[in-house]
């Protein structure tokens, strides 16, 4: 029956479910939202097995989860625990989505800003704030885009770590792990970059503009912090492909519209199927042609 | 864009968000609701900037917010949260509604059910249970429409700073704290008053039969306990302007009509603009026509 | 008004609210689900107060409560207490339906699939696990139905209370305690019967095949367990039906489809009138000629 109604179950780790993310919902055309808050990884077998278990296989993809909160890396397991209880072999699995803080959207949003400027394969980049959630995410959206990417923190050793996960993942990846954490080492890490993408904690000035100032290589920044000080300074959080001298640069806010886009896009995507998980690449390739 | 749902958040002070202002919304024409219980001042910041950040400055009269909860104080501190956490500056906000245990609806529907029988200019009126959340409100609204008003407390201290809290509001209103606590202070109190709307606490008679006998002055009577034994003796729950020995009265459930149809008014009222704060006197207005 | 949307208050003992009572609620054609995880007894006044004091009488059978949890007991005691808190003698009710943990549909299901093989009046049957909340349901169906009835426990002392709280309400029921929790009494409790419910506790099995393979009566085995070891050897958790050695065989997914149809039929009639209580015998009523 293909009237059933598009039934999205919202799991999401903090007490309060995500009001942002409830209305991206529902501006996304889901019909009915079981919103979740405070869920715990042991919670999920029973909240999966309510939504694969209710309808026949041939209406299951009008059921989908979506995994939330602040916290990404609770959201991760979150996500893994719902994957562990789907039974795909029966027929008995609904889509999935990971936005746990917007990490997925957001990272899209941003790869898909800098590649408006230019061919991404071959383009050396740097990812400030690498290893958090959100930079790892970027970061594996360059290398699988053919880019060079340095993964910077201001621990290396993290760095370092990082770099082997995602080459685990993409053998060819052209990963370069590099300290960034004061201006010293900044201002080697950015050498012959010409785009750098920060995604460091709200309040961390990860660049300043002494710092780049010596460095002619650059072509493209983009800032996703939403509260001031930015990670880049120099930037506006408004910026949306502005020039600063020379410089094309983005902002939070200039990336949020395609931000929204692609989060209201992925929703949507959900009901196609029963079988997708969306997680950062596949959220990615969403925002191609949007 | 026109159609986007009309989407009403809850934030509600009680464990289980309260099902009688659920289906109320619903009435009114509501068409998402998500609704939050156990809500605390400290995480209404991340609710509000859901709700303003995910739709255009355009689209965000369909977004609203209803603060409710039996504890009335506890949603006036949310509501003052809530204001805190909008940026009317940039076109971000989104229109609010304040009905914590009925507060603002009831004080509204007695006040238009006094009104009703003569013109509240100029009639000298006592709330009797005047410093709680419902009686305080009744004397606001009828210190506005220019009546004489009395307000009556066990404590007299505590009906002055009522009064001086008035005053401030409305420079030119007839106020005056009174001791109403025993059957000696509460004759004096309601001598040559026309009007008394009690809105004491569940169970506490205010006023006897015995204390109001000698009383010519009195015309209207209306009481808004909703459990017996009620404020004033003598009125039944369902009296709807209906008279004893001359004197109109009106019980709760009597006022309970008009209130339902200000509270449903209400609610859709905040579907209008996306910069409306609905505290009582704004509701109180609302009620003008219906 | 006919056009009130329809409403289902969901309350659940459970932290999360069951999202498969939910996506079965949406596809019953409820139009609003408010759902409510955790509820104590002691919140139930206030919200079944909500429920039926904001609609007018003519149109409370648009709302609706749906009780429900893993733990069925404290779904009967929810149960309890929302019928505590109506006030039908004002025509201020709801109807309401009790489904925790899906005992009543379950029960309901089961009995309806012994019944596709021969009426049921005079049949002999047992009914091991008789004692659980699903047991209990099945033996007071079977009784309604004429048969004649063993309740099979490991402890004889429980299956006599049983039979005696079912002998009162139903006094001219054909009951018996039986023991069965051992190769030999299982034996000796099956002699002479040809219906076998087994509504265990998960993993438990209750009849071996070695039990039972001299047992010429038997016609048909129902095992309601939905994780294997099933409660009955010998059985597949999708028979539906199947013969195996001559008996008639059923799992519990052979039996979910119908247990599925009852428990939409079940939520579908909660909105045709506002004073129903739809607890095990109503639920199986509403499976007759589905």
Redesign the interface.
């Known amino acids: 029956m293909s009237d ?2 598009k ?1 999205l ?1 919202q799991l999401d780790t ?3 479910p ?7 919902a ?2 996304a055309g889901v019909e ?5 808050g405070g ?1 715990k990884p042991e ?1 999920v077998q ?6 694969i ?3 026949g296989p041939a209406e299951l993809k009008r ?1 989908a989860l979506f995994v939330g909160g ?1 916290d990404v890396a609770a959201g991760e397991r979150l996500l893994a625990e719902v994957r562990k209880h789907m039974l795909p072999q029966f027929g008995l699995s609904v889509s999935v989505l990971l936005d746990a803080n917007g990490a997925n959207t957001t990272a899209a949003a941003a790869v898909r800003a800098a590649a408006r400027h230019g061919d991404l394969k071959g383009t050396t980049a740097i990812v400030l704030g690498g290893t958090g959630p959100v930079g790892q995410r970027v970061a594996l959206l360059l290398a699988r885009e053919g880019a060079k990417v340095r993964v910077g923190s201001r621990q290396q050793e993290k760095a370092a770590q990082v770099c082997e996960r995602l080459k685990a993942r993409i053998p060819d990846a052209d990963l370069e792990p590099v300290a960034a954490g004061d201006p010293a080492n900044v201002r080697t890490a950015i050498e012959g970059r010409s785009l750098v993408i920060a995604a460091g904690a709200a309040g961390a000035v990860l660049l300043t503009k002494a710092d780049r100032k010596d460095c002619s290589s650059l072509r493209t920044l983009i800032d996703l912090s939403a509260v001031p000080p930015l990670g880049i300074e120099g930037i506006e959080i408004g910026d949306k492909g502005k020039e600063r001298d020379g410089i094309v640069c983005y902002g939070a806010i200039g990336v949020g519209g395609t931000k ?1 886009k692609i989060h209201r896009a992925a929703v949507a995507r959900l009901f196609e199927s029963n079988d997708q998980v969306l997680d950062a690449e596949e959220v990615y390739a969403l925002g191609q042609g949007l």
Chains 1, 2, 3 share one sequence.
């Open positions: 059933k109604r039934i179950v903090d007490v309060h995500s009001v942002f993310d409830r209305v991206v529902i501006d009915e939202l079981f919103s979740y869920v919670q029973g909240l999966v097995h309510g939504a278990f209710t309808r059921t602040s929204m």
